[in-house]
């Protein structure tokens, strides 16, 4: 059973993975013997961040590429699958956050919020499906996201995009299923990130949100791995449009 969790010989692409969540997924799939590719529009940011995995031993490289722009998409993946091998798994991390009341929210910040929340997600996938396609294999994790589902105050467009997102999921599952590719989200509910700086530093939202969660607590970024290692390997071969979130217990509780 422990080998429906190997990663070994497997290839991942995990956008916005320079920092953050996404880079602590590429060091959680690396270590379960995954080569990673690690994505930032900055060539030397994504760089250092393969850096460091290597020097602890695991293969890892960087590329990058602006996930709003297609050209740079296309190129990217196509040179990827060239010069490294095929793109077993995907996780389309990337993404960024805007916060302002709805009447006042700039159309700008909803444009950009939109066009890397959402459009980036649907024209990675999309490169990176053909070849899944031809190969019949794939796994795709779309970071999903609390406002998946959750609506809350200033982040309006935030959890528009990431509703999106859900739904994104579930037609790419009903179009590449039949493909043997496996496409299902993670929806993180609140983890103490630089994302999320803001809010943990606010104690009046922090003891609301231990209120309001099952588990009384912010959620540990580490905690997020083990859904993606999961999701990335065979143990999910049947597991396909699915959301799976790992938010504490939030989404249970009234």
């Given amino acids: 059973m422990k080998n429906m969790f190997d990663l070994s010989g497997k290839r991942a692409l995990i956008t916005g993975s320079a920092r953050g969540i996404g880079n602590l ?5 690396a270590e379960y013997g995954a080569e990673v590719v690690l994505n930032d529009r900055c060539q030397q940011r994504a760089d250092e961040a393969a850096q460091i995995l290597t020097e602890k ?8 590429f602006d996930v709003t722009k297609s ?6 993946v196509a040179t990827i699958e060239e010069k490294l091998g095929a793109i077993d798994i995907l996780i389309n991390n990337a993404g960024i956050q805007r916060r302002y009341p709805f009447t006042e929210f700039p159309e700008e910040d909803w444009n950009k919020i939109i066009e890397v929340n959402q459009k980036g997600v649907f024209l990675v996938s999309q490169q990176v499906a053909k070849y899944m396609m031809m190969r019949r294999s794939g796994k795709i994790i779309n970071i999903c996201s609390m406002q998946s589902e959750l609506g809350r105050k200033t982040i309006t467009p935030y959890a528009a995009s990431k509703g999106a997102v859900k739904m ?5 599952c009903v179009e590449l299923a039949e493909y043997n590719i496996q496409v299902n989200g993670i929806a993180p509910g609140y983890f103490a990130t630089d994302m999320t700086s803001a809010l943990v530093n606010d104690q009046e939202f922090t003891a609301w949100l231990c209120q309001r969660t099952p588990a009384a607590r912010w959620g540990e970024p580490e905690e997020l791995i083990g859904a993606a290692i999961y999701l990335a390997s065979s143990a999910s071969n ?15 509780a009234v």
């Fill in 25 to 29: 997924l590429a060091s959680g799939l």
């Fill in 57 to 64: 031993g695991y293969r890892a490289s960087g590329f990058a």
């Fill in 71 to 76: 050209i740079e998409i296309k190129q990217a």
């Fill in 168 to 172: 994104l999921t579930r037609g790419m």
């Fill in 238 to 252: 049947f597991v396909n449009g699915h959301l799976l979130f790992v938010d504490g217990g939030m989404l249970a």
